[in-house]
């Protein structure tokens, strides 16, 4: 079938493709302001403890030296993403009363230079009280167990209960039920550049903030409001960004400590992280203890599912409740459950803090849907294959005033990943030490929900036209290096019909791009920014259409179009001009004024999740030494449904990455902790895949058109995070028969396992 | 009287003050980009020559050069700021087959660093063949004298006529009309900043300019045609800028050279020109010969004029044309002429082109004018004052087609003066040698006239108003040191009832701020820019008042106002909300769509010139040396009329400098010549008056309503820079009987004069 698309489905190249490959792009790190300082932070050795004083005398004292800051200094305000629940924000940006893990931030520093900015570390005497603490959520939540903040004294931050249809009677209706406890782990996000932020003061006490961030809009309010300030005295930029995968969507003490610095010093101030300060400090995936119990009728259709989960959060909120919330949400996704409960708890430990992650809760949600889902094929004696089929979630299906699948291609990617991998066949007749897996998921096109509480449009576009045939799109939607500008340039170029290089676009820059957008998180780039790009440009087109349907009297409904440069009759294409002569004649008649147009975004009448669901399935097959218990993956077989696809390239790219952070999740990254220590902390003791370790990988794109979606398009980037640790898992059992219930799947379990079946 | 304005009308400290003292403004010199190569061009040693070949070989060949261009390597293709004629058009970027001046540009480098490129300079061998060169207007308009441009073998590129009424009759009816010739000197600019400019490319091709400029959409158009872009894959940037005084405000090679080079290396490129350059190749104020003839009644009257005016403007048209139409407008200025006739000839000579400069043809014209009045008093034993209150132009007076004086305090100033300085009585006894003059303007606010011909409103602005009770001001309008921002600011926080602190500003870069503004020229960004901007604020207001209105029930026509940071009823200001509260009141009711406004302006049904004029008078007292024929000016007097006064301080700040560069045109400065060469290219040979040279001064302001000006104000920037010489030549004439025909008035003019009439 020809595309009715010219540049939407083309493999476009990336934008910035060859300004990174050239070394060209600047990333935060790279920028140098005259006079600035280097900031550096001093961390909590200590997992659990009361400050008792902090003595910043020497540290001043040393040459080079301009500032020294402790919590006590700041305005003391607590910040966190939930804006909507202030008693979920829980964090300040320097401790003020006591540290709650190992890396908690406690004083910084702006000096000369970095060597200078060192030293002062060491100079800072901070005198602690240590406190016992907790590194086990079911230790956390026991009576008697040490206090992590004083506001909440069961260490259950965030209760959440999801409910529909009846689960106990589903559970006496089904044939089969069957409990499971899963435990899944905590894994790094990796992403290449460290973060990084800058900032500047102007003399009317304003602040330029240059940052390594997923999130410009919310590190703009949550700044402003841990400095007392109004939002606007705030601009934030996102310079290129080397990934973020969930690690740079909230506000950090770093960001914080830049503003603060350089608003006390009159200089500028740069803090860059080194790798072990984001292997102790940052982010990182919820480990989570998963009870699920699920009941089936005989033939394999499902009844009911009863989910639990604990979240251990680590010492603060971050982004856990979301996690909480959507975990819940996912357990109820990919397949039809009729009777559905749910309970999500969120623990504090004295642990580094967990928060978004890649997938963001649905890897480890999804972990346990599918393992179990392959557990009871097996008992059912049903292939995994067709009791998926059996309950797969279709176009139209409803969860009552939770969400509305618009689109599902669910059912053809189960069957095409079958048909690619030759599942039944293989399934069967695989020797020894190898096997074949499956694994399945749904995920969101950004949230429905609004705790950050914006006022202002979830995504927001301005495209502005010109007499010379460009366009300029400016737009807050942050790049971060999936590569969301290029697929809004495509949008913007396919709806215009300008080429990609008549389009110049501004993003990413709260004061000069239109308010707002939510940031690139939860797969909402494509849809949200995408429909506020679509939005503004049939503004654009309207005045450009009645301009040229009345110059050649055409029907302006239906008989004009933006193509190749022009704007023409469909069926007379000479009658017409090109886009800058219809551009300038709409100016003519209107006092020269120029053609600018705003367009946004916010889902409406979607429900409380998600406007659109991606849908995704993935076979994987693997070898398993027996001497050694290593997996080698031979091959990974993927079949996807994100819609309308924009930039086959693209997805392709996701894809990688998403099997890379698969393969490590499933079978080797994992934080080594001695309590609340973490003990690796560089890229050789921390174990991620490299290009070597990739598989071999075929992808098929099930086309389908989402109602709600820009030209049809939803999710890419997350939802292909999820079903690789499943289908190796599944795979490893096939090959072996162990069945792993705690992730990540090591040789040390496996050859357990394999000794123990002997 | 109680000032209706807050804001309007105050003391503001410019915005730009502290940052300046600071010395923490940022010029374009001082910005500097990973990979920069530096810049410098090679000029022409001889006044008139053809190129008959350029080797550049050697200079490629020096290690630390990365690029050598001449005429021939760039599309040749001819610039000027009347694009509306082409035919004006006459200067390259680089000399392609002619050089017609000392300091014309023939090659430019780009290399590693400054001494580099210097080095460079001398390894480009340029073969000339030498032309006879021409270096006087009477002697370029010859026949049989050297042809400076082909297409233009009279050497007059411009004339312009302008009549109304009938001279001849006029003259015929007259009692009194004498004849003058009085010629006026090239003085320079001498703005602190030398010209910088800074180009960086993208992989996309697209350019961006950093450039000390007063017009970055003029350079923005003109660089893209001469590169033969697209004007949006331009974008130029004008960073804090060290005075322009008309001195930039058109493309000049250096910018053009730094985009080239960029493009051709892929290395960002920085030219920054010396001050010698600067003396040797900057415009400057025309030269003219000034023929007029007035005609009076007995009682004073006047009844007609005729104007012949000679501009020598070098070897290119640079500003030229407008300068020779503007001249011949300046000269129906001030006084009722019922019968007026110019014309103006444009002249090229083998000289540094001149171009605008501050007055832009009036500081000439007007010399003429007021020298001539008081000739003229004193012949017909009027006092020069009286003379001056009979022909003023008052309110309401019409050149038909050409103009209409809405507004003139030209009376009350003339008034004024007379009675600051004690006229009456300082003109009948000052003892010899000491003197007392009076020299008056009249000025524009802005033109007309489009012979740029752009397809925008002259002048735009955007303003964004956010929840916090802040304000983002977006606008093209260029601050280059005469405190545009401030007033603008002031005009927008008055309009909406903020604090200066509530706004911010981003101005002047083509790629952010709304097309189009025509630049910082002829005084005309406080009126233009400003309607721009309340336009814009009127439309924020609207749903403002709107919403307001809504919910208090008031009535929105009378009863309505922003004021102290609210928007509320003006009899019951308890009924309203602070101005962020309506704000996020009319973004609620919006879907969250940020209140953004945008305004224009251009100014129609105004005549030919402009749509507004400023009036003032000064008086000097001088003493002058009769051993050394020195002038002390030892007072000034100045009484103006700028509308409503906006900003007192920067008005006062006009008055200093305008005196400032009055004296210097008056007596101390000029460029030698030997022929086409500049000699004194540097602030020791170059005299032009320091801090301390400054005599005391009053001002005083006459304010009177605009109804064409922004809160009724208009003009202040450059009328002011006319009465100073005229003033300074009446009181030395009044002390010693010597009356200055040409300028400057040197002191050996005054001792010849002093001993021929011993």
């Keep these: 079938m020809e595309s009715r698309f010219k540049i939407v489905g083309q493999d476009v190249p990336r934008?910035?493709?060859?300004?990174?490959?050239?070394?060209?792009?600047?990333?935060?790190?790279?920028?140098?302001?005259?006079?600035?300082?280097?900031?550096?932070?001093?961390?909590?050795?200590?997992?659990?403890?009361?400050?008792?004083?902090?003595?910043?005398?020497r540290a001043l004292g040393l040459p080079g030296v301009k500032a020294v800051i402790t919590g006590q200094d700041t305005p003391k305000i607590k910040y966190g993403n939930w804006r909507l629940f202030p008693d979920t924000q829980d964090e300040y940006p320097l401790a003020v009363d006591k540290v709650r893990f190992i890396g908690d931030e406690v004083a910084a520093v702006a000096a000369i230079d970095r060597d200078t900015a060192e030293e002062a570390m060491e100079l800072i005497e901070v005198e602690y009280e240590e406190l016992p603490a907790v590194f086990d959520v079911d230790l956390s939540i026991k009576p008697g167990a040490p206090v992590i903040h004083d506001y909440c004294p069961t260490n259950i931050s965030v209760n959440r209960k999801i409910k529909y249809g009846d689960v106990e009677k589903g559970f006496a209706e089904s044939d089969y039920v069957r409990e499971d406890i899963f435990n899944t782990h905590s894994v790094s996000h990796a992403y290449l550049e460290p973060c990084s932020a800058l900032a500047q003061v102007d003399l009317d006490g304003r602040i330029t903030l240059w940052t390594s961030t997923q999130v410009p809009y919310i590190v703009q309010c949550l700044l402003a409001s841990t400095l007392n300030m109004r939002e606007n005295d705030i601009r934030v930029i996102k310079p290129f960004v080397g990934g973020g995968f969930g690690g740079k969507m909230e506000l950090r003490a770093w960001e914080f400590c830049a503003a603060f610095l350089a608003r006390q010093t009159g200089c500028p101030v740069k803090f860059t992280l080194t790798r072990e300060e984001e292997f102790i400090t940052g982010r990182r995936r919820h480990p989570m203890k998963i009870y699920s119990k699920v009941g089936f009728r005989k033939d394999g259709t499902l009844v009911a599912?009863?989910?639990?989960?604990?979240?251990?959060?680590?010492?603060?909120?971050?982004?856990?409740?979301?996690?909480?919330?959507?975990?819940?949400?996912?357990?109820?996704?990919?397949?039809?459950?009729?009777?559905?409960?749910?309970?999500?708890?969120?623990?504090?430990?004295?642990?580094?803090?967990?928060?978004?992650?890649?997938?963001?809760?649905?890897?480890?949600?999804?972990?346990?849907?599918?393992?179990q889902m392959n557990m009871a094929a097996e008992e059912l004696g049903i292939d995994p294959i067709d009791l998926r089929l059996k309950n797969a979630q279709v176009s139209g299906d409803e969860?009552?005033?939770?969400?509305?699948?618009?689109?599902?291609?669910?059912?053809?990617?189960?069957?095409?990943?079958?048909?690619m991998s030759d599942w039944k066949e293989k399934r069967k007749s695989l020797p020894a030490g190898r096997g074949i897996g499956i694994g399945c998921y749904s995920f969101i096109s950004g949230g429905v929900f609004n705790w950050f509480n914006t006022q202002y449009p979830f995504s927001a576009a301005e495209v502005r036209v010109f007499s010379d045939g460009t366009a300029h799109l400016l737009?807050?939607?942050?790049?971060?290096?999936?590569?969301?500008?290029?697929?809004?340039?495509?949008?913007?170029?396919?709806?215009?019909?300008?080429?990609?290089?008549?389009?110049?676009?501004?993003?990413?820059?709260?004061?000069?791009?239109?308010?707002a957008d939510l940031g690139s998180w939860g797969s909402r780039v494509t849809l949200m920014a995408g429909n506020a790009v679509i939005d503004a440009a049939k503004k654009i087109k309207e005045p450009l259409f009645g301009a040229v349907s009345a110059r050649f009297n055409l029907n302006v409904i239906h008989d004009i179009e933006c193509v190749n440069g022009r704007v023409q009759s469909k069926s007379r294409p000479d009658y017409g001009l090109t886009f800058g002569e219809a551009v300038a004649m709409v100016q003519k008649a209107n006092r020269g004024e120029p053609l600018v147009a705003r367009g946004s975004y916010t889902p409406r009448g979607k429900g409380l999740v998600t406007p659109a669901f991606g849908f995704g399935a993935q076979v994987a097959e693997v070898d398993v030494d027996k001497e050694t218990g290593l997996v080698e993956v031979k091959h990974m077989w993927t079949a996807h449904d994100c819609?309308?696809?924009?930039?086959?390239?693209?997805?392709?790219?996701?894809?990688?990455?998403?099997?890379?952070?698969?393969?490590g999740y499933a079978l080797s990254e994992q934080f080594v902790m001695d309590g609340g220590k973490t003990l690796n902390t560089n890229f050789v003791d921390?174990?991620?895949?490299?290009?070597?370790?990739?598989?071999?990988?075929?992808?098929?794109?099930?086309?389908?058109?989402?109602?709600?979606?820009?030209?049809?398009?939803?999710?890419?980037?997350?939802?292909?995070?999820s079903p690789t640790a499943p289908a190796i898992?599944?795979?490893?059992?096939?090959?072996?028969?162990y069945r792993c219930m705690d992730l990540p799947i090591t040789p040390e379990k496996i050859l357990r396992n394999l000794k123990k079946n002997k």
Tied chains: 1, 2.
């Design 15 to 57: 934008t910035d493709a060859e300004v990174k490959a050239r070394g060209k792009a600047l990333y935060t790190d790279d920028m140098k302001l005259p006079g600035m300082l280097h900031g550096q932070i001093l961390r909590s050795p200590l997992a659990h403890a009361r400050i008792k004083h902090i003595d910043t005398r």
């Design 305 to 371: 599912k009863d989910l639990k989960i604990q979240l251990d959060g680590g010492a603060y909120n971050a982004m856990g409740p979301t996690a909480t919330f959507l975990c819940g949400n996912f357990g109820a996704m990919l397949y039809r459950y009729p009777n559905y409960r749910f309970h999500g708890e969120h623990i504090y430990t004295n642990k580094p803090p967990a928060s978004a992650m890649r997938g963001f809760g649905a890897p480890q949600s999804l972990y346990a849907t599918e393992i």
């Design 399 to 419: 969860i009552p005033d939770v969400a509305t699948i618009s689109s599902s291609g669910f059912i053809d990617c189960i069957k095409a990943v079958a048909e």
């Design 475 to 515: 737009t807050m939607a942050s790049d971060i290096g999936q590569g969301s500008d290029t697929v809004l340039k495509q949008i913007l170029a396919e709806e215009l019909g300008l080429k990609m290089g008549d389009i110049r676009m501004t993003s990413a820059d709260t004061s000069m791009t239109p308010q």
């Design 643 to 663: 819609g309308t696809v924009i930039n086959p390239r693209s997805v392709e790219g996701q894809l990688a990455g998403s099997i890379q952070m698969g393969l």
């Design 686 to 721: 921390y174990k991620m895949p490299t290009a070597s370790d990739m598989p071999p990988s075929e992808l098929f794109h099930v086309e389908t058109y989402e109602p709600e979606g820009p030209m049809g398009a939803k999710e890419a980037g997350e939802g292909l995070a």
């Design 729 to 737: 898992s599944d795979a490893v059992y096939h090959a072996t028969g």
